[in-house]
């Protein structure tokens, strides 16, 4: 019996350290560097965990929100000047 608990203890450490806690979309937006990280590893393992769904949207809102906005006037331009 003593045996059976040690056992059982010992699989319940292994399989808790192997969870990873899973962070909103708000955090990953907050912490972009940590979250171009996690985006690379998710990919690299092919992971589709709640984790790497969250960093994804957040990347993508974080693009969104950081995207440079078209000159129309200097692309305008370049169109009729044809340079």
Known sequence: MKGFMIIAGLCGVFLLSGCEETKSVEWWTEHHDEAVKKEAECKKSGSDSQNCRNV?????????LHAKEPNWSADADKVINGN
């Open 56 to 64: 994804k949207e957040a990347n993508f809102r974080y693009q969104q």
